[in-house]
């Protein structure tokens, strides 16, 4: 048995891995445990614990909805941001396919994008529909032109990440959106990152459907959401099937706790938003201009001004070719995406290629994500750790 007790009492290093997920907030914890035992019932259940479980989700739904600048009706709960992400990729295809029976349809996408949305497409690709991989700029930038030039008379989805999970960078989704309406074409986008970070809204966006998911914004991970625009509504089947839940676009019994959990962390996101993205926005360029200063040959990755509050990514030309996570100890942290290897993060990074950056170089990638928990003390051991390790390797 795992002793709990013991490992919270072991020296634990500075937690710089915000990116890949976030700590539960307390508060969201509060307003889920609950639902684990007074409110334990099914939501459909016609007794008062039934009562007190769609009571919640119903909350919930209308939390996320408000963050989001959407319908309640338009919130599809899901396990996740991976979840979602295949819900309006192949929901979209799937539908298309039993409309269109024999016809093929094109897709456009990004490079970079993670890869619950660009397996997905490749899958489309391997059934026979046309999928163009857009290219991201020298930034990690994609344009709202890119996505235009590539439009076809076939196009039915274009999915383009809101920020990207390894950089940072921040795409228009705005331009993206309104180039995609006003052609006629269903624009998705993937912004688990993005929500909680950066103030937005869907309709104004022009965004048919959205993925996002709690463990990125102080929530509970396994929980996540779809929005998916209702007037007028996206053609779109379930990829799981069965008792018809979720207006019948994701079989299975409703995870109360954590989309309570979620509904909560949404809440919070709404209300400290602005306080929150200026304090982390400040810490992050304080930890940037740190190691500029201390270190020759720092390379930040990613547009300069469009990215995200809390994600720096670095590399250093000071000790090109060395792994340099297997260095760090006293910083939790990765070299790029969670998924990019079982190991640490180590592994070549699509996201740093599509930059130029050589896998040397790239080896020496560190992402730096900070979040709400992040202290001063905190950031200054993690700077001080990075520029004794770098300098070390380059002495």
């Given amino acids: 048995m795992i002793d709990h007790l013991r490992m919270l009492t072991l020296k634990m290093p500075v937690y710089l891995d915000n990116a890949a997920s976030t700590p539960c907030d307390p508060r969201v914890l509060g307003a889920m445990m609950p639902y684990f035992f007074e409110a334990c019932g099914n939501s459909l259940g016609k007794h008062a614990y039934g009562q007190a479980a769609r009571d919640g989700i119903d909350a919930a739904r209308m939390q996320v909805a408000?963050?989001?600048?959407?319908?309640?009706?338009?919130?599809?709960?899901?396990?996740?941001?991976?979840?979602?992400?295949?819900?309006?990729?192949?929901?979209?295809?799937?539908?298309?396919?039993?409309?269109?029976?024999?016809?093929?349809?094109?897709?456009?996408t990004n490079a970079s994008e993670h890869k619950a949305v660009l397996v997905p497409m490749q899958g489309l690709e391997n059934q026979g529909h046309a999928v163009t991989f857009l290219k991201p700029d020298r930034d990690g930038v994609i344009h709202a032109e890119q996505v235009t030039e590539a439009m076809r008379e076939d196009t039915l989805l274009v999915s383009i990440m809101a920020a990207n999970n390894e950089i940072g960078v921040i795409n228009d989704i705005a331009s993206i959106g309104s180039a995609c309406r006003e052609r006629g074409v269903l624009f998705h986008t993937d912004a688990t990152q993005y929500v909680g970070k950066v103030e937005f809204n869907v309709a104004h966006d022009c965004i048919d459907m959205l993925s996002m998911t709690g463990h990125k914004m102080y929530g509970p991970k396994g929980q996540g959401a779809l929005y998916i625009r209702d007037e007028p509504p996206v053609d779109i089947v379930p990829i799981i099937e069965g008792g018809g839940h979720e207006q019948g676009l994701r079989a299975g019994t409703l995870n109360t706790p954590g989309i309570v959990g979620l509904g909560m962390a949404c809440e919070l996101c709404t209300q400290e938003l602005a306080e929150s993205t200026s304090r982390v926005n400040g810490m992050r360029r304080r930890l940037e201009v740190t190691l500029v200063s201390a270190l020759p040959g720092v390379r930040i990755n990613g547009h300069a001004k469009h990215r995200l509050p809390n994600i720096l990514n670095v590399c250093f030309e000071s000790i090109s070719g060395v792994a340099l996570i297997d260095h760090i100890t006293d910083i939790a942290c990765t070299s790029g995406s969670a998924i990019c290897s079982t190991d640490r993060g180590r592994g070549a990074s699509h996201v740093l290629a599509g930059l130029g950056i050589s896998d040397d170089l790239a080896a020496t990638a560190l992402r730096l994500s900070l979040g709400r928990f992040t202290t001063d003390d905190e950031l200054d051991a993690a700077a001080r750790h990075v520029i004794k390790v770098v300098g070390s390797l380059a002495g």
């Fill in 66 to 108: 408000t963050l989001l600048g959407a319908k309640p009706v338009e919130i599809i709960f899901t396990g996740g941001a991976s979840e979602a992400n295949n819900l309006a990729i192949k929901g979209v295809a799937s539908a298309f396919a039993t409309k269109h029976p024999g016809q093929k349809a094109h897709f456009i």
